[in-house]
């Protein structure tokens, strides 16, 4: 009897589920659920009006690069490009990997209030030639995890990259930082499934809905500078798309008065009327 009692025990703890992110540093709870995602999603591409119409792919990484949630807009998993699915990640890693808060400021080194970089906002500086060129191959994406099946999956609350660290660089537009109260950064998010510039703009509505947009001073918290505060004089939209680049006399890739500038892209607009971010608390 004791013998099968033992027995019942050890299978219970063998079978036991795992926690969701286990062996990860941290866990998604803070973060938004698929459903969320997938609500403010529809929304968003309901909203926007430039680039393509299309639908679109999105993903939400916590601040160890692991992937929380994925989601399309459309009918299925076919009915926007397949391809994007893995890129939304990617960017959802890139804004994660190069966005910063108040803690990256200590002895005497970092930037008080952080620092927050769009994906469109590292363009221009990767291109050859310019400063970061080459960032775009420093992390790649993890092959085995992004196109792991069941394909079936993809896109629902049990995609096979949930929970896994997909890496991966992109360098245009659609990845944001996702910044909670206190001007906390907790994350990324990424969009594709148009054209980039409609990207950015889809990607800024998803962080708005899901109020992760937590970067405008509030009582003792400063704001958090981007680029587009920093050398476009928009204070409201820090890390807002940047379109200042001019044909190089010579020829190549244009240059960017800010270093930070994004090429216009079929149907571009819209990126100066998206809502401000909101105040840290």
Not at 242 to 267: K, M, Q, R, W, Y
Request: charged fraction near 10%; proline fraction near 6%; charge should be negative.
């Amino acid at each position: 009897m004791k013998s099968a009692i033992k027995l019942g025990l050890l299978l219970a703890v063998i079978l036991m589920p795992l926690p969701a992110f286990a062996g990860n540093d941290n866990d998604c709870q803070n973060l938004p659920s698929y459903g969320a995602l997938k609500a403010a999603l529809d929304a968003a591409v309901a909203a926007e009006t430039s680039g393509l119409n299309l639908h679109m792919w999105a993903t939400v990484v916590n601040r160890d690069g692991v992937v929380c949630a994925i989601a399309f807009s459309g009918v299925d998993r076919g009915a926007q490009w397949p391809g994007s699915r893995v890129i939304s990640a990617q960017k959802a890693n890139t804004a994660n990997s190069f966005n910063l808060d108040k803690s990256s400021s200590s002895a005497g080194s970092g930037i008080a209030s952080g620092l927050a970089l769009a994906t469109a906002n590292l363009y221009s500086a990767v291109q050859p030639g310019g400063s970061l060129f080459g960032l775009q191959e420093s992390n790649p994406v993890s092959t085995a995890d992004a196109y792991k099946g069941p394909s079936e999956n993809f896109g629902q609350a049990n995609d096979p990259l949930v929970g896994q660290k997909v890496g991966g660089v992109n360098v245009f537009g659609g990845g944001l930082g996702l910044y909670a109260v206190g001007a906390t950064i907790v994350g990324g998010v990424g969009v594709s499934g148009d054209t980039s510039c409609a990207d950015h703009n889809i990607a800024w509505r998803v962080r708005n809905l899901l109020n992760l947009d937590r970067m405008a001073a509030a009582g003792p918290i400063s704001a958090v500078p981007g680029p587009a505060s920093l050398f476009a004089g928009d204070a409201t939209h820090p890390d807002n798309i940047i379109f200042d680049i001019v044909p190089n006399p010579a020829g190549g890739t244009g240059n960017s008065a800010s270093g930070f500038g994004h090429p216009e892209c079929l149907n571009t607009g819209g990126s100066a009327a998206l809502p401000a971010v909101r105040p840290a608390q």
